[in-house]
């Protein structure tokens, strides 16, 4: 007897509406639905009429501990510099009680949209220390049977700035932080960074995330030196980078050449275009460079390249809803991927991309993975990404952890 059965499921990875059985949170039934073939019973049945069945979304690089900050902000912010700065005096007000209840307020919100694994990058530094990640790896504890939070500790303020956060980030992967974190435009001296993140991340067995290349200026090309450190500590397929908007600016021939580079190191890309569009693009000669990371170009070279909402709401980022669905769009638009595939892959670099670029071993539309599920207003992928259709039901590892009910109606005068 199944817990739970889902029949007459679409979804892109099947060309046929399939059947989909939970029992014990785990995936162990899949089949090509067909009325006249017996199924499994259940102790619950839900018949989706050909709705979309996802996998849990997965919400690839976000800020938690700075999220929700605009009515904290009496200027406006509109470089990166800037907001740095806006968000290091921020920071000084900062509690663990401030960072648990902004925290939860963008998870619930991610939650309710389908998100089911998340990572988060925390900020350690001489002002705000190890509160963030303390209060984070709390929330990870308080909500596993919610979501899967994956903690980066990040240095906002770079490593050799002064003193302490060298031995922060230590401290924090100790506490039992997931991921090591990095941002190459903040230290002096490039090749140092790089090697102290990589260092430690081998000396503990974790992978990598680094803020790389923030500009549209072609000649800040760190990447490169990431590159060569994920060859020569052997990390393959274990680092990630964020942002790479400089690359959107190189010709495209070099661009090339840098994105197969890339893909041979197995480097997943994080494009983060809240934050990027409204940040790049706002001096030089160019009247229109929004300096974003060429998405398909880096595709096209075998670069696994996936999103993230980076910001909600703060001196980086004053949009952002939690749904990494928006972001979908918003590349859609802006990287020219309208057609029924872009839709397609679209979606899969929130899903099962996603999850390989987190390195999530239990994931997916198949026998044995977590039932991390989502049950879309939607009969197909590409009106799911235009519309951000509803996500009608949520599931983790097979329980109910999130529920949208939706009634419209409009009125014609028919006078």
């Known amino acids: 007897m199944l817990d739970l059965l889902f029949t007459q ?7 046929t509406l399939v059947d989909v059985g939970v029992l014990g949170g785990v995936i162990v039934y899949l089949a090509e639905h067909a009325a006249s073939i017996e199924v499994p019973e259940a102790n619950e049945t839900i018949d989706l009429q050909g709705k979309v069945l996802l996998t849990g979304l997965v919400e690839s690089h976000i800020h938690l501990d700075k999220a929700l900050l605009l009515d904290r902000i009496s200027d ?3 470089t990166l510099r800037g907001a740095i700065a806006k968000s290091g005096e921020l920071k000084r007000s900062f509690t663990a009680e401030d960072i648990m209840k902004r925290s939860m307020r963008v998870i619930g919100e991610a939650v309710i949209r389908g998100v089911t694994h998340m990572r988060c990058h925390v900020e350690v530094d001489p002002v705000i ?10 929330l990870k504890k308080r ?3 919610v979501i899967d939070l994956q903690i980066v500790v990040f240095p906002q303020e770079g490593l050799f700035m002064d003193d302490v956060t060298q031995g922060l980030m230590e401290q924090a992967v100790t506490m039992g932080a997931d ?10 001296c490039l090749e140092d960074h790089v090697d102290f993140v990589f260092r430690l991340a081998e000396n503990h067995g974790l992978p990598l995330d680094l803020h790389v290349d923030f500009s549209d200026r072609p000649e800040q090309l760190a990447i490169l030196e990431v590159v060569k450190a994920a060859e020569k500590y052997n990390m393959r397929n274990r680092v990630s980078v964020g942002h790479l908007t400089s690359l959107g600016s190189v010709p495209r021939v070099r661009a090339e050449a840098i994105a197969n580079a890339i893909a041979n190191a197995g480097i997943h890309v994080m494009c983060l275009p809240t934050t990027d569009l409204f940040l790049n693009g706002r001096g030089g000669s160019l009247v229109a460079g929004r300096g974003l990371t060429p998405v398909q170009l880096l595709l096209e070279q075998g670069v696994n390249v996936v999103y993230g909402s980076n910001n909600i709401q703060n001196a980086f980022t004053p949009f952002g809803t939690a749904d990494p669905l928006d972001v979908g769009l918003l590349i859609a638009q802006t990287a020219h991927m309208g057609s029924k595939k872009d839709a397609q892959v679209l979606v899969e670099m929130a899903t099962k991309r996603a999850a390989i670029a987190l390195g999530l071993e239990r994931y997916g539309l198949r026998i044995g993975a977590d039932a991390d599920l989502v049950v879309c207003r939607a009969n197909d992928v590409r009106s799911l990404l235009y519309r951000r ?4 039901r949520v599931y983790k590892r097979g329980k109910l952890v999130a529920e949208t009910a939706v ?3 409009w009125y014609a005068d028919e006078s």
């Open 9 to 15: 499921c679409s979804n892109p990875d099947y060309p």
């Open 179 to 188: 991921v090591v974190g990095g941002i190459t435009y903040v230290d002096r």
């Open 76 to 78: 406006d912010v509109t």
């Open 143 to 145: 909500l596993k049977n």
């Open 407 to 409: 009634s419209s109606r």
């Open 129 to 138: 220390g190890l509160i963030g990640i303390e209060t984070t790896i709390a």
């Open 389 to 392: 259709s509803e996500r009608e």
